[in-house]
Structure formats: C-alpha cells, structure tokens
C-alpha cells in the first residue's frame, strides 16, 4: 500500500497549523486532561482552516500565479499565515475565517504588502467579536445618516430601527468606544449619550462646525477582508 505524499499545498498548510497548535500547553495534570478533551474540536477547527488555506492557495495561484514553493520562500506571506492561523485555530466564527482567508489572498498577491497594515489587520479580525462586526457594518451601510447626526442617542436609535440590531446601549457603546480606540472608526464631535457624557463636551467650541462619526482607513480596509467569501 503506498503512502500518499502530501502536495506543496497541503504541506505549507500543515506546517503552520503544526507550528501553533504545538505552542498549546497540554502537559501535566488539568490541563494534560483538558489538552485530550480539545483533541477532536480542535481537528475539526484545523480541518476547517485547512479548507479555507487551500481554497487561498488555490486563488493565488490560478488568479496571481504564486505557487506554493514561491509563497514558502515569502516571509511575509509565512508570518501572516502563522498569524492568521493562530486566529483561525481561536475562533468558530465562519465570518471570520472568511475574513482570514481574504486576508492571506491579499498578502499572498500583494495586494497588502505594508506589514504594518498586516499587522493591524489580522489583529483586529482575530480580536473583535460579532458585535463588533455588526456595529460597523451597520456604520458603513447607514452611512450618509450616521454621518450627519450630532448626538450618538441617534445613532443607537438608527441602529435598533433602521438595522434592527440586537445589542443594548452599553453593549452598543462599548463596542463603538472600542472600535474608536482600534482606530476603526472616528468619533469626531459627535454627542454622547446621555450617561456616558463627560460635563466637557457642553464647553462651547470655538468653531460651530461638528465633525462626524467616520470610518477610517483602516475600517475600510478591515470591511474589504469582511466582504470577501469563501469561493
């Protein structure tokens, strides 16, 4: 009986997953007995992101022509897939692993090539929840009305109407703050609500013009990764 020989593929994926999951503490005691119990959700998750590595791979090379030896030879591609493993092997959001996988398309190919950028990125996709996501998209989808208001009640309001979102006013707050200081999104002058503001913002300003709430570049860049799918 022969022994199949992995392809280029198969073998740059499996050697990233091998790569993180052996960073994973499993010796002695509770937690030897709890590295034994992650056994089979842990191969389901690295089946899964090994479909969606080889569903990448397969893109770069038929769309960009970066073979496997090529990419192998990369050490940014090979830090942003180790990186973006480890996200992958944390997370059972299917949205993310999408993400993730964009995310390798776009270094791969060079479309993101700044490592800072890179960086930046595949934290926040590892990082945020789905509330986060969906905060965001939400901004981006309403975004002519979100824009244009002064006072984030407003907003919060837009978004349990007009969205029909399900988080509550601090989980709303909380995560809008969040995206703010991951510089996702920019708040600019836009009035808070009432139990968060500080007496400050009632200081009259010297100009009357409001900035408003924006995504950043960054936030674009971040809901690219967000809108691609699987093939």
């Not at 590295?35 to 769309?63: F, N, Q, Y």
């Not at 050490?75 to 964009?102: G, I």
């Not at 510089?183 to 009035?191: A, F, K, Q, Y």
Request: proline residues 3%; glycine residues 6%; negative net charge.
């Amino acid at each position: 009986m022969q022994t199949r020989v992995p392809t280029p593929k198969e073998e740059l994926t499996q050697a990233a997953i091998k790569g993180v999951v052996s960073a994973i503490p499993v010796v002695g005691g509770l937690i030897s007995e709890l590295g034994a119990c992650l056994v089979s959700p842990l191969d389901k998750r690295k089946r899964l992101w090994t479909d969606e590595v080889e569903a990448a791979l397969a893109e770069l090379a038929s769309k960009y022509n970066r073979l496997p030896g090529a990419l192998a030879e990369d050490p940014a591609f090979v830090t942003a897939l180790l990186k973006a493993t480890s996200a992958a092997l944390a997370t059972h959001e299917k949205l993310k692993l999408e993400a993730l996988r964009a995310f390798i398309v776009a270094v791969g190919s060079k479309a993101l090539s700044d490592e800072e950028l890179q960086h930046a990125l595949v934290r926040l996709v590892g990082d945020l929840s789905v509330g986060h996501v969906e905060v965001l998209r939400f901004i981006e989808a309403d975004y002519e009305a979100v824009s244009t208001n002064v006072r984030l009640e407003e907003v919060f309001i837009r978004y349990n109407s007009e969205y029909r979102g399900k988080l509550d006013r601090m989980a709303f707050r909380w995560i809008l703050s969040d995206l703010a200081a991951r510089m996702v999104v920019h708040l600019g002058d836009i009035e808070d609500m009432s139990e968060f503001a500080s007496k400050r913002e009632s200081i009259l300003r010297e100009s009357s013009e409001i900035r408003p709430l924006q995504i950043t570049g960054l936030g674009f860049r971040l809901l690219d990764l967000l809108k691609e799918k699987s093939a």
